[in-house]
C-alpha cells in the first residue's frame, strides 16, 4: 500500500511538472520582436532636446537624426514608432524599467555598456576634429597644439586633450563660443567631435573655419537595447543593414550633416 502511495505520488509530481514545464515555455515563447509586432508599434526613448538628433523643430514637431533612423527602422519591422521622451539621466534607467524597446539618442558603445545591455550595429562614427580658422596653415596636426591657445569647456573630456597636446586653454561655454573665439584670433582653435563641427557649418555655412585635423580614435553610436532580446536585435540589424543599402540613412545623415556619418570613412 505504501509502495503503490509513493508511487502514485511521484506520477502526480511528474505530470504537474510537465504541465508547468509547458506553461512556463508558453509563457517565455513570445519574445520582444513578437510583442512589437503584435502590438504594431515600438516604444523609442529619446531626449528630444538634444540637436540635431533629436529635438522639435519650430513647429514643435520631434525630429532629427537619431529619430528619422528610428522612424525608417519601424517602418520596415511593419510598426509604427512611438517615441518617449525622456531626460538623459534617467533615460537607461527608463530602458531598465521597460518603458520603452529601445533607446534612439546617440549612445556611445562602450565595454562598460556591453556588459550590462546589447547594442544595434552603429548607425554614427564620430571623431575628435581639430578646428581652425580658414586660413590658418600654421596648426594642421594635433602636435600643433603645443603653445597655442585652444578655446574649450573647461570640465570637458576635449579641454583634456587639448591640455595633453600642450595647448593653453581659453575657457568658454560651449562650442559656438568657441568658434567666435578662433575668428576673433582670441584663440588657434578648438577641439570637438566632428558632427558638431558639421552641424555647425550647416547652419552657417558661411563661417571661415575647417577641420585641421581628424583624431585616429572612432566613437560608434548605435540603439540601446536591453540584454537577452537577441531576436529583437537581429531584426533591427536586418534593418538598418537594408537602410544603408537602399541610401536612406546616407541620405538622412546629409539632411542634417552635409556628409555621411554613418560611416568610418
Known sequence: MRKRTIAAILT????IGALTGCGNKKSTSTDLLTSIKDAGEI???????YAPYTYHDDNGDLVGYDVEIAEAVAEKLGVKAEFV???WDSIIAGLDAKR???IANQVSITEERQEKYSFSTPYTYTRGALVVAEANENITKFEDL??????QSLT???????????????????FNQSIELVLAGRADATINDNLTFYDYVKQKPES???????SEEVSSNAFLIRKDNDTFVKAINTALD???????IKEISEKYFGVDVSTQE
Do not use: P, Q, R
Open 100 to 102: 520603452f524597446d529601445l
Open 12 to 15: 502526480s509530481v511528474m505530470i
Open 43 to 49: 516604444k523609442i526613448g529619446t531626449e528630444g532636446t
Open 242 to 248: 537594408e537602410l544603408v543599402k537602399d541610401g536612406t
Open 156 to 174: 570637458s573630456n576635449w579641454g583634456a586633450l587639448a591640455e595633453s597636446y600642450g595647448a593653453e586653454l581659453v575657457g568658454t561655454d560651449g
Open 208 to 214: 571661415k573655419v575647417k577641420i585641421a585635423a581628424l
Open 85 to 87: 521622451e525622456t531626460k
Open 146 to 151: 603645443s603653445g597655442k591657445k585652444s578655446a
